[in-house]
T-cell receptor, first 116, second 116 residues
Framework: AQKVTQAQTEISVVEKEDVTLDCVYE???????LFWYKQPPSGELVFLIR??????QNEISGRYSWNFQKSTSSFNFTITASQVVDSAVYFC?????????????FGKGTRLHILP | KAGVTQTPRYLIKTRGQQVTLSCSPI?????VSWYQQTPGQGLQFLFE???????NKGNFPGRFSGRQFSNSRSEMNVSTLELGDSALYLC???????????????FGEGSWLTVV
């Protein structure tokens, strides 16, 4: 069965520190897609990245980077030199190509506090 | 281009009343899905509409219903409100169906519903 686990419920770091948010997924499909979303206090989930199962290259976008490792079924997200504006809830999600339920499965989210 | 627009943003209702929430998807997007977010349960899928047809439904009682219009705008309705219905209701839109491989969904800011 498909499942997304974000074991870290809440993380607090001091500004400028690096922080990594963990995401572990379960799927039987060989073709699937992984996503990260950011939810600031306003409520909207902001799309950050999509990665397909055949592309294991790590991705870097500014201070954000993603480490996709199929061997450990993980898709971790690192924020470098964190800023207060990074404070939000971050969701990891999974979509399978052969998904009978035809929906995206979200993890429970990790609440990130960046302390000034 | 304009993002996903949800109205109203905040509302307070009394137990037993009904509520209708509205969602305008990104222009050109034909799929609209709805999610309920509560602190205890995280993001839970309610239903998805594509070209005016409900394609998928989550595990919610029949008090939760929705529809989609020919212009892709969608409404969801909750009848006989209960205290436990207090939540953030998020609408998301996408070009094609939510479960389509690699399809990215984009969220609105949500409607904060408080039932008293």
């Amino acid at each position: 069965a498909q499942k997304v686990t974000q074991a870290q419920t809440e993380i607090s770091v001091v500004e400028k520190e690096d922080v990594t948010l963990d995401c572990v997924y379960e799927t039987r499909d060989t073709t699937y897609y992984l996503f990260w979303y950011k939810q600031p206090p306003s409520g909207e989930l902001v799309f950050l990245i999509r990665r397909n199962s055949f592309d294991e290259q790590n991705e870097i976008s500014g201070r954000y980077s993603w480490n996709f490792q199929k061997s450990t079924s993980s898709f971790n997200f690192t924020i470098t030199a964190s800023q207060v504006v990074d404070s939000a809830v971050y969701f990891c999600a999974l979509s399978e190509a052969m998904n009978r339920d035809d929906k995206i499965i979200f993890g429970k989210g990790t609440r990130l506090h960046i302390l000034p | 281009k304009a993002g996903v627009t949800q109205t109203p943003r905040y509302l307070i209702k009394t137990r037993g009343q009904q509520v209708t929430l509205s969602c305008s998807p990104i222009s050109g997007h034909r799929s609209v899905s709805w999610y309920q977010q509560t602190p205890g349960q995280g993001l839970q899928f309610l239903f998805e509409y594509f070209s005016e047809t409900q394609r998928n439904k989550g595990n919610f009682p029949g008090r939760f219903s929705g529809r989609q219009f020919s212009n892709s705008r969608s409404e969801m309705n909750v009848s006989t409100l209960e205290l436990g219905d207090s939540a953030l209701y998020l609408c998301a839109s996408s070009l094609v169906g939510t479960g389509f491989p690699g399809n990215t969904i984009y969220f609105g800011e949500g409607s904060w519903l408080t039932v008293v």
